[in-house]
């Protein structure tokens, strides 16, 4: 990937447009875009990405993102807030930087490293299918604009049992992929909604500062 990608924060999705990208906002004059990408896993599911686009990126390369269209981006994972029902969501969003080539297959084009800091302490649990889960929210800083990105991570088995133990505050250096997740939540009103999260799955971490221990790797 090019320099217009950050070091701490760097991805790659390649997949199928869901349906047409829609114009959604604009930001000093620059017109964005928002969508949806389906990407293949190695098994039948699939996962559907939310992403942004810029209208001046679209022009440059000439792509029009109809429902069906190939597509292979290079850009970020990023978050922002959004006040829904009243209250406020962690929404995240690809947000793309370059276009690539494309890559053949689409099956399980799906990368992304972060860099960032553990900002609430980990979350460790079994299933009842006794496998270990360990839930993390990373804050990524994003160079240039004094602000962080905070990005839901999942993590699993020994990799859940290792990092249940770090504080917060501690620097981590993790790859994996996006991955969609659908979820029912019981509204105040008593009403199941169907709703769908987006976190990180992580496959490999790196601590790069803890109080007690530096520079550990996990695998």
Known sequence: MNSTLTANNKGKIQGKILETAERSFEVEGETFYEG???????????????????????????LN????????????????NKILNGKSRLILSFFVKEILPQEGSCENTN????????CKNPVFRTTP????ICDILL??????FNKSDYIPCILWG?????????????????????????YRKETEAGVFEERTAYEVSCQRITVVEAKAEQNQNFA
């Not at 299918?129 to 270990?132: E, L, M, P, S, V």
């Open 36 to 62: 949806k990408i389906v990407v293949e896993r190695l098994s039948e599911a699939n996962d559907i990405l939310p992403f942004t686009i810029s209208e001046k990126l679209l022009k440059a390369y000439n």
């Open 65 to 80: 993102l109809e429902g069906g269209a190939l597509v292979n981006f290079g850009g970020e994972l990023r978050s922002y």
């Open 111 to 118: 990368e992304l490293s972060l860099t960032g800091f553990i």
């Open 129 to 132: 299918f006794n496998r270990q």
């Open 139 to 144: 804050a990524v800083n994003r160079p240039n």
């Open 158 to 182: 020994r990799n859940a049992k290792f990092i249940q133990g770090q504080k917060v505050g501690t620097k981590l250096s993790l790859t994996g992929r996006i991955q969609s997740r659908v």
